[in-house]
C-alpha cells in the first residue's frame, strides 16, 4: 500500500487564496481527487483527474500536480469553504484506494 | 438526480455481524464501479472495499480482508457490505459512493453515511 501525506490544518483570510497539498509516491502514476466534507456531512467531490470540476462546483476551486505532489487551491476563499479537505487517488497496487490524511481549512 | 441512501447501521456486539445496504437511484449501479469508505468519528476516511461493474470482481481493504464481502442486487439497485467478526476498530460512519463513466476513477457521489458501533 502507499500513503497520501496533508498538512493537518492550514488557515485563509476572506477573500486570499489558499493552496492545500497533498504528497504520496502514487500521485506519480495516478490522478487525484479532492473532497470537501463538512461537519456532520458526507464528503463532496470538488476536483477530479487532478484539475476537473463536478458540475456546481465553482470555480474557485482548482487542482494541479507535479510529481508525487498534487494541490488543491481556493481562490478567494469564502465563508462557506471552511471543511476538512481530503485527497484521494489509486495507491501503488493499482487495485486499491487511498485517502490523504485531510487538511482542516479555517477561514478567518 | 443521482442520489446514494445508506441503511443497516446499528450497535453490534465484538464478534457478531451486520449487513449495510445502499440504494442507489437516478443511475444503474451495475454500470458503475462502487465502493464502501469507513469514517471512524473524529477522524480520517478511510477506503474499504469496490466492487468492479461486473459484479463480480471485488477488493478489499487489509484490515477487513476475509471479513467483510461487498455484493449487490441489480434488480434493486443496492449494494450491499456483509460485516462479520466485528471488532471494535470497526466503529466508524460507513459510506457507499460511486466511480461512474467520466469522473476518471473519482469518487463522484457519496450516500449520507450509516453509523455502526462495535461494543459489549
Known amino acids: 500500500s502507499s500513503e497520501l501525506t496533508q498538512d493537518p490544518a492550514v488557515s485563509v483570510a476572506l477573500g486570499q487564496t489558499v493552496r492545500i497539498t497533498c504528497q504520496g509516491d502514487s500521485l506519480r502514476t495516478y490522478y487525484a481527487s479532492w473532497f470537501q466534507q463538512k461537519p456532520g456531512q458526507a464528503p463532496v467531490l470538488v476536483i477530479y483527474?487532478?484539475?476537473k470540476r463536478p458540475s456546481g462546483i465553482p470555480d474557485r476551486f482548482s487542482g494541479s500536480s507535479s510529481g508525487d505532489t498534487a494541490s488543491l487551491t481556493i481562490t478567494g476563499a469564502q465563508a462557506e469553504d471552511e471543511a476538512d479537505y481530503y485527497c484521494?487517488?489509486?495507491?501503488?497496487?493499482?487495485?486499491?484506494?487511498?485517502f490523504g490524511t485531510g487538511t482542516k481549512v479555517t477561514v478567518l | 438526480e443521482v442520489q446514494l441512501v445508506e441503511s443497516g447501521g446499528d450497535l453490534v456486539q465484538p464478534g457478531g455481524s451486520l449487513r449495510l445496504s445502499c440504494a442507489a437511484s437516478g443511475f444503474t449501479i451495475s454500470s458503475s464501479w462502487m465502493h464502501w469508505v469507513r469514517q471512524p468519528l473524529g477522524k480520517g476516511l478511510v477506503w474499504v472495499s469496490r466492487?468492479?461493474?461486473?459484479?463480480?470482481?471485488?477488493i478489499y481493504a487489509d484490515p477487513v480482508k476475509g471479513r467483510f464481502t461487498i455484493s449487490r442486487d441489480n434488480a434493486k439497485n443496492t449494494l450491499y457490505l456483509q460485516m462479520n467478526s466485528l471488532r471494535a476498530e470497526d466503529t466508524a460512519v460507513y459510506y457507499c459512493?460511486?466511480?461512474?463513466?467520466?469522473?476518471?476513477?473519482?469518487?463522484?457521489?457519496w450516500g449520507q453515511g450509516t453509523m455502526v458501533t462495535v461494543s459489549s
Open positions: 483527474a487532478q484539475n
Open positions: 466492487l468492479k461493474s461486473d459484479g463480480r470482481s471485488s
Open positions: 459512493a460511486s466511480e461512474r463513466d467520466g469522473y476518471n476513477g473519482a469518487l463522484d457521489t
Open positions: 484521494n487517488s489509486r495507491d501503488n497496487s493499482a487495485t486499491h484506494y487511498v
